[in-house]
């Protein structure tokens, strides 16, 4: 799935769409994808001056959209139905090595549950096989409309 395809799903845009392809996908079990970290990202600009590495909070949203394209597909709808997935928690994050420029983060999202509108995921993000963080991610799916 590249990011065009990508886009129809998740409602989020440049400069907040933190996945750039899916290279596996199974609905109501798994997704594989990545982010291509850049030196060129804003964020960079102040975390850190002279150290950049990406910030644990975006590693986090990262594996939340992946796991956000992942509920999308597995319901067969999109955010241009009106539907969103936010989130409602975030459980057990570890961060065990630095994402620097350069690196590509691979996210990994895996279903655990799924209760009327709240969806759990097992998420892990790596650089060249080493895992960066892991967290349980709570999703809420909701009618757009109703957010207010």
Known sequence: MNVNEIMKLLPHRYP???????????????IVAYKNITFNEDVFNGHFPGAPIF??????????????????????????DGKLFLFAGVD???????????????????????????W??????????????EATLLCAYQDRDKVV
């Open 55 to 80: 910030p644990g909070v975006m590693i986090v949203e990262a594996m939340a959209q992946a796991s956000g394209i992942l509920g999308f597909y597995s319901s067969g709808l999109t955010a241009e």
């Open 120 to 133: 759990r995921f097992n998420t892990t993000a790596s650089v060249d096989g080493k895992v960066c963080c």
């Open 16 to 30: 907040f769409l933190l996945v750039d392809r899916v290279e596996e996908i199974e609905a109501n079990k798994r």
């Open 92 to 118: 057990k994050a570890r961060f065990k090595n630095p994402v620097v420029p350069g690196d590509k983060l691979v996210l990994t999202s895996e279903v655990d549950t799924v209760k009327r509108n709240m």
